[in-house]
C-alpha cells in the first residue's frame, strides 16, 4: 500500500461526503436552524410586544386607579359638606324650635300671670265690696270699725 494512493483515496472520499453533506444533509440542517431562528426571532419580538403592552396597561392601570382616588376624593369632600349643611341645617331647625318652644312658653306665662291677677284683682274686689258691706251694715263706730278693718286685713293676707 501507497501512502499516497490512501491519502488520495482518503481525499476523494472525504470530499465525496462533503459534496454529499452540502447537497442532502445541509440544506435540511440550514432550514432547521432558519426555522429555529425565526422561532426565537418571534419569541422575542411577541416578549417585547408584551413588555410594551405590559408597560401600556400599567400605565392604564395607574391612570385608572389615580382618577379612582381623585373621585373617591371627590366624593369624600361632597360627603363631609353635605354632612356639616346637614348639622347645619339641624341646628337651625333646633334653634328655631326651641325660640318657638320658648316663645310659647313665654306666652303661656303671660296669659297665667294675666289670669292669676285678673283672679286676685276679682278676689280684692269681692272682699272690697264684702269689707265695705259690712262697715255699712254695722253703725259706725270707730272700734267696731278697727275691729273690722283688722278681721279684713287677717282676710287679705
Known amino acids: 500500500m501507497n501512502i499516497n494512493f490512501t491519502l488520495v483515496s482518503q481525499a476523494i472520499a472525504f470530499s465525496i461526503f462533503i459534496w454529499f453533506t452540502t447537497k442532502f444533509v445541509w440544506p435540511y440542517l440550514l432550514r432547521a436552524i432558519e426555522e429555529r431562528q425565526q422561532k426565537i426571532a418571534d419569541g422575542l419580538a ?15 392601570s395607574s391612570e385608572v386607579l389615580k382618577e379612582a382616588k381623585q373621585r373617591a376624593g371627590e366624593i369624600v369632600i361632597q360627603a363631609e359638606k353635605r354632612a356639616s349643611d346637614i348639622i347645619e341645617e339641624a341646628k337651625k331647625n333646633a334653634r328655631v324650635e326651641g325660640e318657638k318652644i320658648l316663645a310659647g312658653a313665654k306666652a303661656e306665662i303671660q296669659h297665667e300671670i294675666f289670669s292669676a291677677r285678673e283672679s286676685l284683682r276679682q278676689q280684692v274686689a269681692g272682699l272690697a ?10 253703725e259706725v263706730n270707730a272700734k267696731a270699725h278697727a275691729d273690722l278693718l283688722a278681721s279684713i286685713e287677717t282676710e287679705l293676707k
Open 46 to 60: 411577541a416578549g417585547e410586544r408584551g413588555k410594551k403592552e405590559l408597560e401600556l396597561a400599567s400605565q392604564r
Open 129 to 138: 265690696v264684702q269689707g265695705a258691706s259690712k262697715i255699712l251694715r254695722r
